[in-house]
Nanobody, 126 residues
Framework: QLQLVESGGGLVQPGGSLRLSCAASRFTLEHYAIGWFRQAPGKEREGVSCIAASGDIINYTDSVKGRFTISRDNAKNIVYLQMNSLKPEDTAVYYC???????????????????WGQGTQVTVSS
């Protein structure tokens, strides 16, 4: 069973930064597109960002453009989500997910992904 593990969440003040990590066990991430999703209480899980296996196709949802940066280090088998200028509305559980298909127009849909992590809580509050 392929496993993804998120880390790096926590409590941060508005305007602060966090870097989330998505690590894999028992397989190499370099063959997979990786998406980051988030789910706030009472809301549906939404796509935040996605990076293709090769790293040459990157997508962001509009609300995080200019503030979040996705990247991957295949040598370390980790995908990162750098989150700057955090806002209270960014508060959610953040999940990473993997799919063998890169460059999908529907990268933001949960059904495009086959493997999911357990999530890490991000809370933005003063």
């Amino acid at each position: 069973q392929l496993q993804l593990v998120e880390s790096g969440g926590g409590l941060v003040q508005p305007g602060g930064s966090l870097r989330l990590s998505c690590a894999a066990s028992r397989f190499t991430l370099e063959h997979y597109a990786i998406g980051w999703f988030r789910q706030a209480p009472g809301k549906e899980r939404e796509g935040v960002s996605c990076i293709a296996a090769s790293g040459d196709i990157i997508n962001y949802t509009d609300s995080v453009k200019g503030r979040f940066t996705i990247s991957r280090d295949n040598a370390k088998n980790i995908v990162y989500l750098q989150m700057n200028s955090l806002k209270p509305e960014d508060t959610a559980v953040y999940y990473c997910a993997a799919t063998i298909y890169s460059g999908s127009y529907y990268w933001y849909q949960t059904g495009e992904y086959d493997y999911w992590g357990q999530g890490t809580q991000v809370t933005v509050s003063s």
